[in-house]
């Protein structure tokens, strides 16, 4: 499937990722599957656990695999296309797999008031990645624009994996870059 | 504080006291500061006086509709049915940023008024739904949460009342319209996060089915001071000659402003003084230009407009607008704003849950129209279709994501029109052709 | 009680069993907890919609059903809103069309303007609505949103690009086949309806999500290309897949079934058909038709004739047996069937044998599956003393002369037909095994070339009508079976079937009270017995 224009770039399979043809090996064994099912508990039915249990697959994979919504379904008694329509509908979740320092952006009115795309240019120019959702040759990072992170009056905020950065200008970019490893 | 600036004189702190004070986010420190005495007492009152106290302060909803919170709570019987209180942590509305600080500088206070919103409503179980992006908050919560439990707090006897009080994390995962109170709910039962048809209403049948409250996570953290304070504390702030807007409200200033943060004053401010006087308006040598005075979805004020507005619920619909979630965007004489309210669509259609036709295609194709005209393709007759889709996109959907995006659009064509035609006639309609190929005589 | 009413004690008052409500200026009593959108069609209005079907959880998410109430602050959903009484409802005011043409240019703007090359066009919802109160021209500049084709697995493609996003191919999957394999993938404009990887629609009812799709998006690879829908003639039928008697449409072109659809009927199959159920047109275009009388000559071969010589040289085969055996076909009517009964006469036997298959439930909904008698007419059948049994060719004797009226049946078997003194085939075909042996032939219609009922396994008698005309010299089942009848000295033969069914209900005490008139096109169950209900 091909998106329309109305969005901004969303992620996508790099050419030479071999990283969806890869067999599966379960998420859910051991100290997880304990894990999962004690947040099964929190709700009164197993479906509600899927949110959490998909975050729990990205933190372990880094993504979400066709693999992962076959074993979250088994496990939550869903229907795996029902686990793709949710997988698909929350933009945090990745389909494939990024970076290893995923650079989110806002670029929505406030920030990109005080000039969000500037900070947006510096970190394509500074990674290599070039361009939006393209992952950098090295496999060091990912950058997209991201909507509102909330944070409006910290403009602008940049997420780098959990960490959150506040008031980042275009200077400031290859020193936060310097940091990471 | 004015976080992250000092704090104004005139702001009135109720809510924001402790932001930027680390110690606040500690059980302890929450405890020395006063924290859970408003659950303590809550909870050896009679639910029915729990609302009534909160029914008689005029606490209104600070997610952005405004619904007497206490009234929503009545709805609430002891029918002998599960009951759940959903607290919306959703916070995305842009130019909003209010609840991210209460969560990351005093989550205690969040889970004390959860746990009194528990009580009010006949609940056993809570879930704080936090969006995903808000790494830190969900952290602070989570932190203040399992601390309630190991003190007893929360759980099977909670306060040793013998009452159960279970409260959950619950994360969201990058979906503005989880912020709407039934998507939240579908988010939270491991759905796609769709709005749902209204009636039944989350009172009657709400999270799995239930009977359902969801308040928004700052008024939730009012009610306790509601409750240890009494209504007529609260009911004191605000404009003596409007009843119907009381207590002090946090506002998120953003965009092209001297001092952007969080300012806590009371409701029916002058909008003026605030902009000016607390914020300092525009960046040194530039000015204000116009303003959207309660987060993005609605309609703006030009910098004269806001002369004489009050900050409150009454005040600015007498203005033409909305106090809605209380983010207040600020907008330069540098801005340009068709570029700007594109990017606001474009935040429209990308978070658009796709479920009615109007806001699925609507957004899109207004996003489609505006970035057209940005890039200098724009026609007069484009300002006039936006416009109307924008009509067509109001008061016909489920949710109001739709009305959400015509909304500032309609408004910021009707206010500066004018930049949007600067736009279109600077369209070069003639292809230039060489001097040399046109010869004499022609072909 | 004799007390006044006045002062009886207060009871509450029993909720009203009926509420008014006016729509359109047309007032109707409705039942109370029904939508806008189902008492509008008891006042003779329809209201335009897309994502409602009365099959299936209501979505309200096309918006296209939106109604002007009076009193109500907005337009709202007619297909989500309850009626309450003294309600007044606008459908065609300024106000709600403006909305529903709204919605329709919204659905348009991504719509491709491939309605020439869609199998959809000319039975689609878009179009329909487009027509009639669409905008003449569209107002969008920009490009079209695009996305290929994608097979679904099964019979099913989908066209996103004509996608409406009704959902109702993924509501039909979820709550009424249970088997949840659709879904609605991504969000706003990008959203599409997606398909679990590796789980195709291969459930044998996943192809009504075709029917129920309001628009070109999903469309049966069998029919891909194969006909424009103003160019089919479209008959009442029953499906002849199995016994559960599902109510269906035969629709032919240039006297070709080319497709089979399930027509709604609430007390059978709602609105659904199985797959088994659309295939079953392939056997009314069997290239092996038998078109014309045969009967075996001197030499030993078969010779085309005449159906008078045909009939008399059954006929006359036939009066010489000592006792007849029957072999009935469960998928002949119910008026063929009980002809034979005649011909049968009070000294012979009637047999017949059900095909079976695995049964398939369609979960959603009670009592609808594709059951394991894989006929239309085994019921009707063994209500009409025919004994239903695998051993078809059993014991034959000396002096039987056996009737065929099931050549694909006894075709593998007609080894064991030696011993009988003659053999008469009345079938649409004649397989060589009989061919050899028999000494008449006479062809006979298809269900898809006659009038008659079935008998479905619950005991409803169903009519289904004639959808095209047979092969060459080809006549009604009915009417060759009368003739041999008639032939044979047994009773007058009939002018038309419903003289054949007033006979049958007349003589069989299970049919009495049922006509053709009291069936209508919904068909009605026979009297209730053990062994024919449950």
Request: glycine residues 10%.
């Amino acid at each position: 499937m091909t998106y329309g224009p109305s969005a901004g770039p969303k992620l996508v399979k790099a050419p030479d990722d071999h990283a969806h043809d890869a067999p599966h090996e379960p998420v859910f064994t051991g100290e997880r599957l304990v894990e999962l099912e004690r947040i099964c508990g929190r709700y009164p039915t197993r479906q509600a656990a899927l949110l959490p249990a998909l975050w729990m697959i990205q933190e372990a994979r880094g993504w979400v695999s066709e693999g992962a919504v076959e074993e979250v379904a088994a496990l939550l008694q869903v229907s795996p296309a029902h686990v793709r329509g949710v997988l698909t509908f929350y933009t945090m979740y990745h389909q494939h797999p990024v970076g290893k320092h995923f650079v989110q952006v806002c670029t929505t009115t406030p920030c990109n008031l005080c000039g969000a795309e500037d900070v947006v240019n510096a970190f394509l120019r500074h990674t290599g990645c070039g361009e939006l959702g393209v992952t950098s040759d090295d496999g060091r990072f990912t950058v997209i624009e991201v909507e509102c992170l909330g944070a409006c009056g910290f403009a602008t905020p940049v997420m780098i994996n959990s960490a959150y950065l506040e008031s980042v200008t275009p200077d400031a970019v290859p020193d936060i870059l310097a940091e990471l490893d | 504080m004015g976080y992250p600036h000092p704090r104004h004189p005139r702001e009135t702190p109720v809510l924001s006291e402790h932001f930027g004070d680390p110690e606040a986010r500690t059980l302890d420190g929450w405890k020395k500061r006063g924290g859970y005495q408003a659950l303590e007492k809550a909870l050896s009152m009679d639910p029915v006086d729990v609302q009534n106290v909160v029914k008689d302060s005029g606490l209104r909803g600070r997610g952005g509709a405004g619904f007497p919170a206490g009234i929503k709570w009545s709805f609430m019987k002891p029918d002998g049915k599960p009951h759940y209180l959903c607290c919306n942590g959703d916070e995305s509305e842009p130019g909003t940023f209010k609840d991210r600080e209460i969560m990351r500088w005093t989550p205690h206070a969040l889970v004390e008024g959860v746990a009194t919103g528990m009580h009010a409503i006949y609940a056993e179980t809570g879930y704080i739904y936090i969006r995903g992006e808000f790494t830190e908050p969900l952290q602070a919560v989570t932190q203040a949460v399992a601390e309630a439990y190991a003190a007893g707090i929360l759980g099977a006897n909670a306060m040793g009342t013998g009452k159960r009080l279970d409260i959950h994390v619950h994360k969201g995962a990058g979906a503005y319209i989880c912020g709407e109170e039934t998507a939240l709910m579908n988010s939270i039962e491991g759905k796609r996060g769709n709005p749902r048809i209204k009636p039944p209403f989350p009172a009657v049948a709400g999270l799995f089915g239930k009977p359902t409250t969801i308040n928004n996570v700052e008024t939730l953290t009012a009610s306790a001071h509601v409750v240890k304070r009494g209504a007529d504390w609260y009911k004191a702030f605000g404009r003596p000659d409007n009843p119907k807007s009381t207590g002090t409200k946090l506002f998120s200033v953003c965009g092209n402003v001297a001092r952007p943060g969080n300012y806590e004053v009371t409701l029916g401010f002058p909008f003026k003084e605030f902009l000016w006087d607390l914020c300092g308006g525009a960046p040194p040598g530039r000015s204000i230009k116009a303003v959207i005075p309660g987060g993005s979805s609605v309609p703006m004020l030009t910098a004269d407009e806001c002369d004489g507005v009050f900050m409150d619920y009454e005040g600015m619909a007498a203005a033409g607008t909305l106090l809605g979630s209380g983010g207040v965007i600020v907008f330069d004489d540098t801005a340009d704003m068709p570029r700007q309210i594109a990017r606001l669509a474009r935040f429209y259609a990308h978070e658009s849950c796709a479920q009615c036709s109007q806001c699925r295609e609507g957004t899109a194709w207004t996003t489609r129209i505006l970035d057209r005209i940005v890039r200098g393709e724009g026609t007069y007759e484009d300002l006039d279709t936006l416009l109307e889709i924008g009509e067509q996109m109001s008061g016909k959907t489920i949710c109001v994501l739709s009305d959400s995006c015509a909304t500032p659009v309609a408004s910021g064509l009707k206010k500066f029109r004018a930049e949007f035609e600067a736009k279109i006639s600077k369209k070069q309609h003639v292809a230039f052709v060489p001097a040399q190929l046109v010869t004499a005589g022609g072909a | 009680m004799t007390a006044p009413a006045s002062t009886a004690p207060s009871a509450p008052p029993p909720p009203p069993s009926t509420v008014k409500v006016t729509i359109e200026g047309v007032q109707v009593d409705v039942k109370p907890g029904i939508s806008i959108l189902e008492a509008a069609k008891q006042a003779g209005v329809l209201i335009p919609h897309y994502c409602y079907h009365p099959g299936l959880p209501v979505a309200g998410v096309c918006r296209m059903c939106l109604v002007d109430v009076e009193k109500f602050p907005k337009l709202t959903p007619a297909c989500a809103t309850s009626v309450a009484d003294g309600q007044v409802v606008h459908v065609h005011n300024d106000k709600a069309k403006a909305a529903r043409t709204g919605v329709l240019e919204f659905l348009l703007i991504n719509h491709p303007l491939d309605c020439p090359i869609c199998d959809q066009a000319g039975e689609c919802e878009l179009q329909d609505y487009t027509f009639q109160e669409g905008r003449a021209d569209s107002r969008y500049r920009e490009p079209k949103r695009f996305n290929p084709m994608e097979d679904f697995g099964g019979d099913v493609l989908y066209v996103p690009n004509r996608c409406i996003l009704c959902t109702r191919c993924v509501r039909f999957m979820s709550d009424v086949a249970k088997d949840p394999v659709l879904n609605v993938s991504e969000r706003g404009d990008r959203a599409f309806i997606g398909k679990a990887e590796g789980h195709d629609l291969t459930n044998v009812w996943a192809g009504n999500v075709v029917d129920l799709c309001p628009v070109g998006a999903l469309l049966s690879k069998d029919f891909l290309n194969k006909a424009r829908a103003w160019e089919l003639d479209r008959s009442a039928s029953v499906c002849t897949g199995c016994s559960q008697g599902c109510n269906v449409v035969l629709e032919t072109r240039d006297n070709v079934v080319v497709r089979v659809k399930p027509r709604t009927n609430t007390a059978v199959n709602q609105y659904y058909a199985c797959e088994v159920g659309r295939q079953s047109y392939r056997a009314f275009n069997r290239p092996d038709r038998l078109q014309s009388p045969l009967v075996r000559t001197g030499g030993n071969g078969l010779a085309t004739t005449t159906w008078e010589q045909a009939i008399e040289v059954a006929a006359n085969t036939l009066a010489q047996a000592k006792r007849v055996v029957v072999i009935a076909s469960p998928a002949m009517s119910n008026e063929a069937l009980f002809l034979l009964t005649r011909v049968m006469g009070p000294t012979g036997v009637g047999r017949v044998q059900v095909p079976t298959g695995p049964e398939a439930a369609l979960p959603g909904v009670s009592d609808l599956a594709l059951r394991a008698d894989r006929a239309p007419n085994g019921q009707g059948a063994e209500l009409l003393g025919f004994t239903r049994t695998d051993a078809l060719v059993a014991s034959i004797a000396p002096g039987d002369v056996v009737l065929v009226a099931d050549p694909d049946a006894v075709a593998g078997h007609a080894a064991a037909l030696e011993a009988a003194a003659a053999i008469v085939v009345i079938g649409s075909h004649l397989p060589d095994a009989l061919a050899a042996r028999c000494a008449a032939a006479l062809p006979i219609a298809t269900t898809a070339e006659e009038e008659g009922t079935f008998t479905n396994l619950r005991g409803r008698v169903q009519r289904f009508l004639q959808a095209k005309a047979p092969p060459g010299d080809v006549r009604p089942s009915w009417s060759v079976i009368g003739d041999v009848a008639e032939a044979m000295g047994r009773g007058a033969a009939p002018m038309l079937p419903a003289d054949v069914f007033a006979a049958l209900a007349a003589s069989h005490e299970r049919f009495a009270g049922l006509t053709y008139a009291r069936l209508g096109l919904r068909g009605l169950p026979v009297l209730e017995s053990a062994g024919v209900t449950g």
